[in-house]
């Protein structure tokens, strides 16, 4: 696979990825759903969203939410 082609999936993934929570899906349910539709490895999909770090931020705020994670101190936005 060459560097532009993995370039341009990164891109697709994270541009449907946002997409998807636009539409207010959770960040957690946009990726799960993205995988189940596009056939992609959880694996590839967690490696390209680890360099979004606003993907990793909601994820973050939506895991403490869950309490899949215990809560971070943060400024009120």
């Known amino acids: 696979m060459s560097l532009e082609t993995k370039f341009d999936l990164a891109n697709n993934v994270i541009q449907a990825i946002h997409d998807l929570a636009a539409q207010d899906v959770p960040y957690l349910d946009a990726i799960l759903h993205y995988h189940e539709k596009s056939g ?3 694996d590839v999909i ?3 969203i680890s ?4 993907i990793k931020s909601k994820l973050e705020i939506e895991a403490e939410d869950l ?3 215990k809560r971070t101190n943060r400024l009120p936005i």
Do not use: R
Not at 51 to 54: A, I, N, S, Y
């Open 67 to 69: 309490h899949f994670l």
């Open 51 to 54: 360099k979004d770090e606003l």
């Open 46 to 48: 967690a490696e390209i």
């Open 40 to 42: 992609i490895e959880l």
